[in-house]
């Protein structure tokens, strides 16, 4: 028996039934429920789009309640533990994991498209000495559409997978040029050999004359954390690609879109938040007045809770396990205590508990990222190059689906009536 959803209208007494399915009814379906005359039918209003699915996906699936995160089916635990990042760039954007000789293939195709047009780097001489890392990779990103217009071409499905590795590529070139710009150091290019979370890291950190190879561990660990932020269904950023994608804009432009939609603090930020909270408590010995001030409303608890995770977030369990092997390198951060006096507290008051209030993917991360000797202007561009990949998966997604518009959302109108212009010197 189909599913269906009775609804009676009683401004007039009609009952329509609506057809469900997923756990859904069509939005357009609701338009049938009008009262007559000139109405043009029920619309949903929904702020912010928390209840309502905008788009079928079959990349990632969350269940916040239950604290399921699984790419193409796959656990994140598992991924995390057994996979590199390369490896899920492939499961993301291909359906599947690679075989030996596919993924050996993938990494050569992404390698062989690290380097970014030379002249792109007179961009980067154009910026302020202090400029946000963030906001340079905004506008490199526009700048590289300028220098591939075959990207134009989104209905080529060999065109689209062009860019796509272009973009995945050049990701943590652009990023390392936009930290470079901090440090008074023109752009550079990724060691021949060099993995590409190791080449990331050699860019970052090299000096002229001196390169920089990465600790093994801390390269395993920034690997991680790119597994971890590769993709997270629809959110903020993701929505801004596929928005602008449906326009037909280019791939770099759409990604330009999305990266200053992870630039705001309340999206790509919330890991330096928590550092500066960290810091402002000062003392593990100050952790219980800083609960306190919580639960009366004083102050408010970073790295705890989350939109979509009702309980414990599946990343911040190996978001933890990396900074005892990365501590085990650098040294412990005195932070970290004051960090896991917090967790220790927090999970076991019942002011927390019954608000179901975890630690999230932020709480451990920005100290792991602070260890490798990343500065906090950095935390939100690591991101955006691990999230390329997420992006990527679901604007191809979309160009595939036929149920693709342009993003073109309702309003209710809740300004004045008509009125009649009046000239302005009888205007009081």
């Known amino acids: 028996m189909a599913e269906t959803l009775s609804i009676t209208d009683h401004r007039t007494g009609r009952t329509y039934e609506?057809?469900?399915?997923?756990g859904a009814v069509r939005a357009s379906d609701l338009r049938k429920i009008a009262a007559g005359g000139e109405d043009a039918g029920l619309l949903s209003y929904d702020p912010?789009?928390?209840?309502?699915?905008a788009v079928r996906s079959r990349i990632t699936f969350i269940d916040g309640d239950r604290g399921i995160l699984r790419h193409r089916g796959y656990p994140i635990e598992q991924l995390a533990e057994q996979s590199s990042y390369l490896e899920?760039?492939?499961?993301?954007?291909?359906?599947?994991?690679?075989?030996?000789?596919?993924?050996?293939s993938w990494t050569r195709d992404v390698h062989a498209n690290r380097v970014s047009p030379e002249r792109l780097d007179r961009l980067f001489d154009g910026f302020a000495a202090d400029a946000h890392p963030m906001g340079?990779?905004?506008?490199?990103?526009?700048?590289?559409?300028?220098?591939?217009?075959?990207?134009?071409?989104?209905?080529?499905?060999?065109?689209?997978?062009?860019?796509?590795?272009?973009?995945?590529?050049?990701?943590?070139?652009?990023?390392?040029?936009a930290a470079r710009v901090r440090r008074g150091l023109g752009p550079t290019r990724p060691p021949e050999h060099s993995s590409f979370v190791g080449g990331f890291l050699a860019m970052l950190f090299g000096e002229p004359d001196r390169p920089y190879t990465p600790h093994p561990v801390l390269e395993r660990a920034l690997d991680v954390l790119f597994v971890l932020h590769a993709d997270h269904e629809q959110n903020c950023s993701t929505f801004a690609m596929r928005a602008v994608g449906s326009s037909h804009a280019d791939p770099f432009s759409a990604c330009a879109a999305a990266t200053a939609a992870l630039f705001g603090p309340l999206h790509g930020g919330a890991n330096e938040a928590v550092l500066k909270m960290l810091s402002g408590?000062?003392?593990?010995?100050?952790?219980p007045a800083f609960i306190e001030r919580v639960k009366g409303g004083g102050t408010r608890l970073m790295g705890f809770g989350h939109r979509v995770y009702k309980s414990y977030d599946p990343r911040a369990a190996i978001i933890k396990r990396t900074a005892d092997e990365v501590f085990e390198v650098t040294g412990r951060s005195p932070l970290l205590?004051?960090?896991m006096e917090l967790e220790r507290i927090a999970l076991q008051d019942d002011y927390f508990v019954s608000r179901r209030l975890y630690p999230n993917v932020d709480f451990y991360s920005g100290l792991i990222y602070q260890a490798i000797g990343f500065p906090t202007e950095m935390?939100?561009?690591?991101?955006a190059v691990a999230r390329t990949a997420g992006w990527l998966a679901q604007w191809e997604e979309m160009m595939r689906d036929p149920d693709t518009r342009i993003v073109r959302p309702r309003q209710i109108y809740d300004g004045p009536a008509v009125r009649d212009y009046v000239p302005v010197d009888r205007r009081r």
């Not at 609506?18 to 997923?22: F, M, N, Q």
Request: no cysteine; proline share 6%; glycine share 6%.
């Open 379 to 383: 935390f939100p561009v690591l991101f």
């Open 48 to 53: 912010a789009l928390g209840s309502t699915a």
């Open 18 to 22: 609506l057809p469900i399915r997923d």
């Open 337 to 339: 205590e004051i960090a």
């Open 136 to 177: 340079v990779m905004i506008a490199a990103w526009a700048a590289l559409s300028t220098y591939y217009p075959d990207a134009r071409t989104i209905s080529d499905e060999g065109v689209r997978r062009r860019q796509t590795l272009r973009i995945l590529a050049q990701a943590p070139t652009l990023a390392a040029a």
């Open 88 to 104: 899920t760039t492939f499961l993301l954007l291909q359906g599947d994991l690679p075989t030996g000789s596919e993924l050996a």
């Open 281 to 287: 408590i000062g003392d593990v010995r100050q952790v």
